[in-house]
Each structure stands twice: as C-alpha cells, then as structure tokens.
C-alpha cells in the first residue's frame, strides 16, 4: 500500500495515497477513512480527493504514536471491501437560460444547440469525489470534454441555491446561496442537506450522480424557485 | 422562565462552545470560539466545564437585563464593561440577579469578548454542538429581542485574574509556523520572503484573516489538488497574498499552503483587526506540540 505521511499542523497529520482525481484513487481514500472512523481515536477525520487529514488530541497522543497507529491500521487496507452500492441518486434538473446564466454561453462556446449540451451533461453517470467548500458541497465527475469549460475568471458574489455548475471536468450542485466561480447551467428543487436526511448531506463520498432533465412545470411543482 | 433578555444583541454575538466534530465528511466547518484563551480562561474562572458555551462579541455594544440569579465572568478584548452603571472588570467573576443590567460598550483594545455565566446558556445542539456557524447558517446570531435561556445559580465564586496575567493583545503579532506538508510548493526564495515580511491585515472574519503583501508570494503551482484545510493553515491565494485559516474555515481547499499557524497564537490573531500587522517565524513540531501541550492542559486537566 503506497501513501505518505505528512505534517499539516501541530496536532494535524496528513495521509496522501495518490496524486489524481480518479475513482481508484478516491475508492482508496475512502477504504483508508471507514477503516479509520472505525479504529482511530481522533476528534476529526477529513477526507479529500487524494488525501485523509487526522487531527488529535495533542495532550494524550503525539503525532509519532498517531502515525504509527495510523500506518499499523493501513496494514489491513488489502482487506477492506468497500460495500459497493448500485444506487443511483436521481437529480432532478431544470435546464433554462432563465436560471442558469452561463447555458447558453457553454452552449456557444461548445459550439452546440441547447438540447446537445443538455443532453451531453445529462447522460453522464456521475461519481462522488470529495465534499467540501460549504456543507453538503460535492465535486463530481467527469464532466464530458465536449462541455468541461473553465470557471469564470471573476466568481459572481451571489449563486443561487440549488444552482447545478461545472469547472472543467467537475460537476456541482450550490447547498445555498453562495459566491462562486463555477458555470451555471441548470437548478435543482432539491435539498442538498437537510436535519431529515440520514447523514445531513443528500450526498455521500462514492455516490453515482445521475440528472434527470425536468421541465418549468415539474421544477416549480417540486417546490424549485426561479 | 430564567434568561437573559437582549435589549442590544452588538454587531455580531453568537453562541459557541469549542466547535463541532465528526462531520468532516460533508463539509461541515468547525465553527466554536475564536479566541480559545480568552473562552477557557472564562470557563475556568466560573469553574464551568471547559467546553460550556458562552456568548462571542465581535466589536462589542451589547446590553443585557438578567431575569434569572447567576454569576458571570467576561474575557477577551478590552471595552467599558458596566454591571448596573458600575465599571466592573474583565476576566473576574460577578453575581448577579433579576433586574441587574448588563452594559458592555464598543471595543477598543482587540476584536472579540467572550461573555460566560455558571454552566452556560441552555441551547440546543445542532449536529453535535451548540456553536453558531455564520457561513453555513448553522443556528443563527444574537438579534435585539432574543432571550438567553440559563439555569438559576447560586454559586458564590468570586474568582479573578490577576491583572499581570491577563492576556494583552497588540497591534502586531509574531505568529509560530509549522511548516506544512504543501512547503515544497514554494522556492526558498519565496520562503524566506515570507518570513521576513511584515504582512498588513486587510480583513477578517470567522473563517479568518486576510493579508496584504508588499511583494506577491509565489508559489510553483497556482492550484493544486484540494486537500484538507487544518486550523491556522496558511494558503497563498492565486494573487500571492496569504489566508490564515480559521474557525469557519472550508475542510478542503486547492491553493497550496506553507504550513499551520501555532494554535495559540491563531487565538491572539483574533484579537487582531484590520490595519495591525502580523509577521512569521518557523516553529519545530517538538516545540510546538510542547507549546500547544501546556496551554490545554492549563485548562483541561
């Protein structure tokens, strides 16, 4: 099992198993952090795309004896199953110019109809990465190269809530009203966190994404807001 | 019904007690105190659990009407504290009873004062900790009107602070760095400019504090694959310019980072506002973890 072991703060350490954003590298991270939500002693474990960071109790552990507990339950990775789901959580996706301001530019640059660039976006079976940035904030991917587009050169200090965006070969969905840089092209009704959900977030790390394209009527019905 | 009624709730006071854990996973911030110190120092002056809440003051001018018997102690940032129009003092404990009036005006040494009574305010968790997150509007922050719901105390615990040993803040901090697992990314050309420049704080808030450099910091790589963001991280945003990240920080982040600002000296950095200055000095992870041991087992044990 190949990962190294780095310092990020005084009472931080830092496992990096891989250097790419790929499911393989992803599915290691996440055998790495059940084995330890399970088996370590930590106040908090985050993971990433390539990377696990462990913070401790500095006054009962020191960073040597955590590393070498850390490396000791890394031992048993080969024998983790990571309990593969085929769920696939349905996204309900309002593709329209009036709530998503960058459709028809992506569309322009990509030098494709809206319908192609819906359809291009809305095929792809999208795989959980990492969360971040704001509660419940997932990066999926891939984003097919005929659309993955940039982000924009200057963040909009206001996306909306339920906002659906990508920067190159990531996919997103705004949890709430937030700034961002990410290219806006459709909206959710849904909650992408929530007390009622089992784990607050609607999504977990090593989800399957898939959008289903809903119209103005269905968008509205399902409680969305334009 | 015992509370404290909030005739003026000041420009932000939240409820916090040391952050909430466990959620990492979905990017769920930290959150909790600012300033730990001045937050610990209250609890172990009350003789309060460690981690019971109390209120943050950021920039003071707040007011309060006790409907409830109790003892309080106020920590922090140094402002005109006034118990029923008398000047009382910070980091000593006072009684109080029903009727007695509260006054603590604007700051003017420092950012953020911590307001603690006997045990804490009754507040509900939300996932896991009572700790108000503004970013991810977790809770929500004091509003003119609210009531401070508490138990009765009839506590007599009259402690204080020695003045010699009350924390002073300045306008400028030496901050202890550990270097960070991303400090290949910069050139020893551009680490050692970084820690010999006088950086000037542009702004600041809970998720933390914003410098200006005279000269741009660079790194090899712009962006780099995001990893977890530890408290006290240092990122060098695409401009060259440093973050230290704080309480309300994000848990993951793509601009390469130098190391983490010593825990507590990431608390005196919040008790410093726009316009001071901070500078860096390297740290061992020996003297460090030294450093960090001592200070929470003053608190904890």
Not at chain 1, 9 to 29: D, G, H, R
Not at chain 1, 108 to 113: A, D, E, F, M, V
Not at chain 2, 260 to 287: A, T, W, Y
Request: proline letters at 5%; one cysteine or more; a positive charge.
């Amino acid at each position: 099992m190949d990962y190294e072991i780095k310092v990020a703060s005084v009472n931080t350490l830092l496992i990096t198993f891989c250097n790419s954003i790929t499911i393989e590298c992803s599915q290691k991270v996440q055998k790495a952090y059940t084995l330890f939500k399970n088996e370590l002693d930590a106040k908090e474990i985050i993971p990433s795309y390539s990377s696990i960071a462990i913070s401790f109790d500095i006054v009962r552990y020191s960073f040597e004896e955590i590393e070498q507990k850390v490396k000791k339950l890394l031992e048993k990775m080969p024998h983790i199953k990571l309990t593969q789901t085929d769920t696939i959580i349905e996204i309900p996706a309002f593709y329209d110019s009036s709530i998503a301001p960058d459709l028809q530019r992506l569309a322009n640059i990509h030098k494709l109809s809206l319908q192609e660039l819906i359809t291009i976006h809305s095929k792809q079976l999208y795989y959980v990465y990492t969360i971040g940035f704001l509660p419940g904030f997932a990066y999926m991917g891939d984003v097919d190269k005929k659309i993955a587009t940039p982000r924009l050169k200057t963040p909009r200090a206001n996306v909306p809530k339920g906002s659906i965006a990508i920067a190159n070969k990531q996919c997103a969905i705004y949890p709430q009203n937030s700034p961002g840089g990410w290219n806006i092209i459709a909206k959710t009704p849904l909650e992408l966190t929530s007390k009622e959900y089992p784990n607050f977030s609607l999504l977990q790390i090593g989800n399957r994404v898939q959008f289903i394209p809903i119209n103005k009527m269905e968008f509205l019905k399902l409680g969305g807001s334009l | 019904m015992s509370y404290f009624l909030v005739k003026q709730a000041g420009f932000l006071s939240t409820i916090q007690d040391l952050g909430r854990f466990g959620y990492g996973d979905i990017g769920i911030s930290q959150s909790g105190a600012m300033d730990e110190e001045a937050f610990l120092w209250a609890n172990k002056l009350l003789q309060n659990h460690p981690n019971s809440n109390m209120l943050e003051i950021t920039y003071g001018n707040v007011e309060l009407i006790s409907f409830t018997q109790s003892i309080f102690c106020i920590t922090g940032a140094s402002a005109p504290l006034y118990l029923n129009k008398q000047k009382i003092n910070p980091y000593q404990c006072y009684k109080i009873d029903k009727g007695d009036r509260i006054k603590i005006g604007f700051v003017q040494k420092g950012v953020r004062l911590y307001f603690a009574i006997k045990d804490g305010f009754l507040e509900a968790k939300e996932l896991g900790s009572v700790s108000v997150s503004v970013k991810e509007q977790i809770k929500s922050p004091l509003k003119n009107g609210d009531k401070l719901f508490c138990k009765k105390s009839t506590s007599t615990i009259l402690s204080y602070l020695k003045k010699e040993h009350i924390p002073k803040y300045s306008n400028h901090l030496k901050a202890r760095v550990t270097l960070g697992y991303e400090y290949q990314e910069f050139s020893k050309e551009a680490l050692s400019r970084f820690f010999q420049t006088n950086f000037i704080i542009k702004s600041h808030n809970r998720m933390g504090y914003f410098l200006s450099s005279p000269t741009p910091i660079q790194s090899q790589n712009i962006e780099i694959i995001s990893n977890p963001i530890s408290f006290g991280a240092i990122q060098i945003t695409k401009n060259g310019e440093p973050i230290i990240l704080l309480k309300e920080r994000q848990s993951i982040g793509g601009y390469p980072k130098i190391g983490s600002v010593l825990p507590i000296d990431c608390f005196r950095l919040s008790q410093l506002k726009e316009g001071d200055s901070i500078s860096f000095e390297p740290i061992s992870l020996q003297e460090a973890t030294k450093i960090t041991r001592k200070f929470y087992k003053s608190f904890f044990y």
